[in-house]
């Protein structure tokens, strides 16, 4: 990979997280509104996934320009992780003493902030599992009968520990998701039920990028793999849009909006994470001639994003209804941009057909 080309790469997500810092600092202090309070504070956690992309590109990347050292192993993934605490307990002081009942948009912000911080853990174990990503195109490029796993690999141990935490992390998400929806149904309940079961997806989406990853880095990765992950993040990502579509279809009330709209977002972020799924897949011990076309996948869901969002605001000018889902939409298209740049990243690193 161009030192210089690595250079933009590296920037599209800092330059992402300041458009979430940026736009949702100007919401925030806009108006002192429930709307305002929640896209604000939603938009500036969602700046945090950013932050925690940057970590997965920069190790990556720091490993295709033989720049890779001691301190980046260490670095990158420690700052994705102390994004991911800040973040959730950012999310936990806001709904701390909130009430669910009615429209408690601190009830709201807190869940979902917490839900973000949640699939920031997940991207951070993304950054920390990716620290030996240069073992992934030497395993594949070793006759398909040898499965020696690789000395330089992850120790038993740090494989099951890794494993293990985006699936501890999905399964918090869906904790807090099937309790508010098992609740007496409120406004707040009801928004922070669906839209934390869409994070949730997200985040069982990000179950199959890391084991893809880990199982890649120690050369176990077999044909059940290669059907298995990308189908995971398929079946999330269109039960989040088909969710969004009933709930915007159905309308008995107007808070029904809000999570249709965002679901629909967060199914795009879904299929932005298959784009990376499926890369790895498709180029496992293959040669896919079509490699260098997957990033456009997270470019068409990133335009969708903030497509949707356009329309979504000219919806706002007469229902306040949907003011938060226009301004969330656009920070989930940055989310999806900045997955452009992991996406290419990997194609760089792991196809045959790359320059």
């Known amino acids: 990979m161009n030192y210089w080309v690595s250079v933009i790469f590296r920037a599209i997500p800092l330059a992402m997280m300041a458009v979430c810092i940026g736009f949702g600092a100007y919401v925030w202090t806009a108006a002192d509104a429930p709307g305002n309070y929640v896209a604000g504070r939603v938009l500036i956690a969602l700046a945090a996934i950013c932050l925690c992309l940057f970590c997965t590109a920069a190790t990556i990347i720091r490993q295709l320009i033989k720049r890779f050292n001691r301190v980046d192993e260490v670095l990158y993934p420690a700052l994705g992780y102390l994004s991911?605490?800040?973040t959730v307990a950012y999310g936990a002081y806001l709904f701390t003493g909130a009430s669910g009942s009615g429209q408690d948009p601190a009830y709201v912000a807190g869940h979902v902030v917490l839900g973000v911080g949640l699939i920031c853990g997940c991207v951070a174990t993304v950054a920390t599992a990716s620290t030996k990503f240069s073992l992934i195109p030497a395993n594949s490029a070793k006759p398909a009968g040898d499965r020696t796993p690789p000395p330089a690999g992850f120790s038993r141990g740090a494989v099951v520990v890794l494993e293990a935490l985006p699936v501890l992390l999905a399964a918090t998400a869906w904790a807090f998701a099937i309790t508010n929806l098992a609740l007496p149904t409120s406004p707040s309940r009801f928004t922070v039920g669906h839209v934390v079961s869409g994070l949730a997806m997200i985040c069982t989406s990000l179950i199959g990028l890391v084991w893809s990853i880990l199982r890649q880095v120690q050369d176990s990765y077999g044909p059940r793999d290669r059907v298995?992950?990308?189908?995971?993040?398929?079946?999330?990502?269109?039960?989040a849009m088909l969710w969004g579509i009933v709930l915007l279809v159905l309308d008995d009330e107007p808070y029904y909006r809000t999570p249709g709209f965002v679901l629909i977002g967060l199914g795009l972020v879904c299929f932005s994470i298959l784009s990376k799924v499926g890369l790895l897949a498709l180029v496992w011990r293959q040669t896919f001639s079509l490699a260098n076309r997957v990033p456009l996948i997270p470019i068409v869901t990133a335009l969708s994003c903030l497509f949707l969002a356009a329309f979504v605001f000219q919806a706002a000018f007469t229902d306040t209804n949907v003011f938060i889902a226009a301004h969330v939409l656009v920070g989930?298209?940055?989310?999806?941009?900045?997955?452009?740049?992991?996406?290419?990243?990997?194609?760089?690193?792991t196809s045959s057909t790359s320059d």
Do not use: D, K
């Open 332 to 349: 989930l298209g940055a989310v999806c941009f900045t997955l452009y740049s992991i996406v290419s990243i990997l194609e760089s690193g």
């Open 228 to 239: 298995l992950w990308p189908w995971l993040v398929i079946v999330m990502g269109a039960a």
């Open 84 to 86: 991911a605490v800040v």
